[in-house]
């Protein structure tokens, strides 16, 4: 049996594997986040409008789209919520386990632009020393800010 399904499987190469292999594969979201840090230390926090009433503050977040390099999803969520231009650091965080989703957090670095925020996605934002965080954060993300578990588990 064993060998018939290898042998079926060599003679099906190329695309026609990679299209049951797709089929037959979970499929995921990947949520990126990005510790943005300015040259004073603080770290970038939004109070995300979407997200559950006394748990609002967060890191700039979004899903990377088909294609893009996870890296650059920072990039563009945090210019899409904040106008604010990033340069990508190292990964600080990559965890599954999630029903649908696969979580990738990296460290980033303010380059420059002006702070206005998305007021579909956003209420407000601001820079906050690691050691003053606001009442509301999510618990992950003060864990990836303080760097204290890096699977944000």
Known sequence: MYRLVARLWRIIHGPLQWRVMWIAQAKFMIGVTGVVRDDAGRV????????????????PTGYAV???????????????????????????????GYRLRIEVAY????????????PFEILEAGWFSP???PDGLQGSHRALILGTDATGG
């Not at 939004?46 to 503050?57: A, D, V």
């Not at 460290?107 to 002006?114: K, R, S």
Request: net charge negative.
């Open 66 to 96: 088909k294609g893009e390099e996870l890296g650059a999803t920072v990039v563009r969520e945090v210019r899409e919520e904040t106008g604010l231009d990033v340069e990508t650091g190292p990964l600080v965080r990559l965890k599954s």
């Open 131 to 133: 050691d003053d965080l």
């Open 107 to 118: 460290e980033a670095t303010l380059l420059g632009g002006d702070l206005r925020i998305d």
């Open 44 to 59: 970038l926090l939004l109070r995300h409008r979407m997200w559950p009433e006394g748990r609002q503050w967060g890191l």
